[in-house]
C-alpha cells in the first residue's frame, strides 16, 4: 500500500551535513510555530467582534459567521486534509494549509466587506488541520526518544496560542487600526510557510490509493448541518424548524456517509480501525475533553467582564481578560514535558484520565472561589494544566493504535472529535448562561449562580473523559498495534522508528 515519496520532495541529494542538522533542530520549534499561529488566528477576531458591526456596516449575526465560518471550514478540512497528507505527501498539504491561512489574513487585511471577511475567515479554518499533520511528521521523522515530548509540545500549541492570540489582538485593536492586526498575522503566516518549507523534510510514509472525493463531500455535508445547527441553535431557537432540520439532515447524511465508508475499498476514514476501542474511546475522550476544556475559556473571559454591578463581575477590560488567561498558556508550555514524561512512564491512557481529573479540579476551584481574582486565575490555570496532559495524551494514543500510513488522517479524525466537543460546550455554556441572568442597567447579564452551573456542567463532563480514558485497552492489548508493526519493514527508517517507538 505504501509508496516512497517523490524525489523531487527528498531535498537534495547531497545536502551538506550542517545545513541537514539545522533543519532537523529547527523541526520542532517551525512545526510548534505553526500551531500556534494557527489557534492565535482563531482567537484575533475575538475582541473585534463587538465593534465589526460598526466597522464592516453589517448586523451583529453576520459579523458571527466570521467565527462560525472558520468553525465550519476546520471541522470539514481537518479529517479531508490529513487523508490527503497520508496519500500526497504531509509537508505538501501542511504547507497548503498554512497558505491558505495567511491568504485568508491578507483578504481580512486589505477588505472591510462583510462577505470577504468571511470568506476569508472559512479560508483560515484551513489551519486546523496543522497540528494533525505536524504530529503526523514528528512521528515519521523524530527518533523515539525525541518524539513523545515533541508530541505533546505539538498538542499544547492549540492552548498556548489561543492564550497568547487574546492580548495581542486585544493590544493592537485597542492602540491601532483594526486592518494592523490581519497585516501582522499575514507576516506571520509568511513566516510560517518558508519555515515549513525550508526546516521540515517530506515524510516518506505514504498511503497509496485513490482519494475517496465522495466520502469527502459526504462528511463536509454532515459535519456542516451538524455543526451549524449547534453553533446557530441559541439563535435560532433550538425547537426552531431550520435547527431541527439542519440536525435530522446531519443524521440523515452522516448515516448514508458511514453506509459508504463502510463498503469504499480506499474510504476517507477507515471506520473499521475508528470501531477499535483504542482508536474509537480515544476520540470520545477526545470529544468530552474538548467541551470540558472550551468552557474555561468562555466563561472566565465573560465573567471578569462583567460589570462589578453584578455582584461577581470583575469590569476587566478586553486586554486585562487576555492577561488573565496567558499564565493558563504560560503552564500549558511548561508542563508538555510532564506529560510525555508521564506518557513514557505509565502510559498516554493514565496521562489522559490524570488529565481529564485535573481539569475536574480545577472547575471545583472555579465553584469554590469566582469572586476573587487570583483565584479566578488559579482556577483557570488549573483547567489549562489538565487540558495541557490530556491534549498531549490524545495524539500519542493515536499514533500506538494507528498504522503509521494512517496517523494523518487518524489524527484528524481525533481533532475533529474535540472541534465538535468545542462547539457542543459553547451552545451548552450560552443556554445555561442565558436562561440564569438578571437586570444590570437595564441589560440581562447572566449571574453567579450561571456560571457556577457552568463550572459544575464542565466538570461533571471532565469526569466522563476521566472514565472513558480509563477504560481505553493498554498497549498490550492494542490490536492495530500488529498490523502496524507488521507493515514496519516497507518504512525503511521511518518503520524502524514507529516499531522502537510502539
Not at 435547527?243 to 463498503?263: E, K, N, P
Amino acid at each position: 500500500m505504501e509508496q516512497p515519496a517523490p524525489a523531487a520532495d527528498r531535498g537534495p541529494i547531497a545536502e551538506p551535513a550542517g545545513k541537514r542538522a539545522l533543519r532537523e533542530r529547527l523541526t520542532i520549534p517551525v512545526l510548534a510555530f505553526g500551531g500556534i499561529l494557527m489557534a492565535v488566528m482563531q482567537t484575533v477576531v475575538v475582541p473585534l467582534l463587538p465593534d465589526l458591526p460598526r466597522l464592516t456596516h453589517s448586523s451583529p449575526g453576520a459579523v458571527s459567521w466570521m467565527v462560525t465560518a472558520t468553525l465550519l471550514a476546520g471541522a470539514v478540512l481537518t479529517p479531508v486534509l490529513g487523508r490527503a497528507g497520508d496519500m500526497y505527501g504531509k509537508r505538501r498539504v501542511l504547507t497548503g494549509a498554512l497558505v491558505l491561512m495567511t491568504v485568508g489574513s491578507v483578504m481580512c487585511a486589505l477588505s472591510s466587506d462583510i462577505t470577504v471577511l468571511i470568506v476569508a475567515r472559512a479560508l483560515q479554518g484551513a489551519a486546523a488541520s496543522v497540528v494533525p499533520l505536524s504530529i503526523s511528521i514528528l512521528r515519521d521523522e523524530l527518533p523515539p526518544e525525541r518524539r513523545g515530548s515533541a508530541v505533546a509540545l505539538m498538542s499544547s500549541t492549540v492552548g498556548i496560542g489561543a492564550a497568547l492570540g487574546l492580548p495581542l489582538a486585544a493590544l493592537v485593536v485597542q492602540y491601532a487600526d483594526w486592518h494592523t492586526m490581519f497585516w501582522l498575522t499575514s507576516l506571520l503566516g509568511a513566516l510560517g510557510v518558508a519555515g515549513v518549507w525550508w526546516a521540515v523534510r517530506e515524510s516518506p510514509v505514504r498511503q497509496s490509493g485513490r482519494f475517496d472525493v465522495l466520502g469527502a463531500l459526504g462528511i463536509a455535508a454532515g459535519l456542516v448541518c451538524l455543526l451549524l445547527g449547534v453553533s446557530q441553535g441559541g439563535e435560532w431557537g433550538w425547537s426552531s424548524g431550520p435547527v431541527l432540520g439542519l440536525f435530522a439532515a446531519a443524521v440523515l447524511v452522516l448515516a448514508v456517509w458511514w453506509w459508504q465508508q463502510l463498503r469504499t475499498a480506499e474510504p476517507l476514514v477507515d471506520l473499521r480501525l475508528v470501531s477499535r476501542p483504542r482508536v474509537g474511546l480515544s476520540h470520545v475522550a477526545a470529544l468530552l475533553t474538548g467541551f470540558a476544556f472550551y468552557a474555561n475559556s468562555l466563561v472566565t473571559a465573560q465573567l471578569v467582564q462583567a460589570p462589578k454591578a453584578t455582584g461577581s463581575g470583575l469590569g476587566l477590560s478586553i486586554v486585562e481578560t487576555g492577561l488573565c488567561l496567558l499564565p493558563g498558556g504560560l503552564t500549558m508550555l511548561l508542563f508538555s514535558p510532564l506529560s510525555a514524561r508521564i506518557s513514557a512512564a505509565r502510559g498516554p491512557r493514565i496521562t489522559l484520565a490524570l488529565g481529564a481529573a485535573v481539569i475536574a479540579c480545577g472547575y471545583a476551584v472555579r465553584i469554590a472561589d469566582s469572586r476573587d481574582l487570583w483565584m479566578v486565575i488559579v482556577g483557570a490555570t488549573v483547567v489549562a494544566t489538565g487540558t495541557t496532559l490530556a491534549y498531549s495524551a490524545l495524539p500519542t494514543l493515536i499514533l500506538r493504535a494507528v498504522p503509521a500510513e494512517q496517523t494523518a488522517s487518524a489524527n484528524g479524525v481525533n481533532v475533529l472529535m474535540r472541534t465538535i466537543g468545542q462547539a457542543v460546550s459553547s451552545a451548552a455554556v450560552a443556554a445555561v448562561l442565558v436562561h440564569h441572568t438578571s437586570p444590570v442597567g437595564g441589560l440581562a447579564v447572566p449571574t453567579l449562580h450561571g456560571y457556577l452551573i457552568a463550572f459544575a456542567m464542565a466538570g461533571a463532563v471532565a469526569l466522563l473523559a476521566c472514565a472513558a480514558a480509563l477504560t481505553i485497552p493498554g498497549d498490550a492489548d492494542n490490536t492495530g498495534e500488529g498490523a502496524a508493526k507488521g507493515r514496519t519493514h516497507r518504512f525503511g527508517r521511518a518503520g524502524k522508528q514507529v516499531l522502537e517507538g510502539a
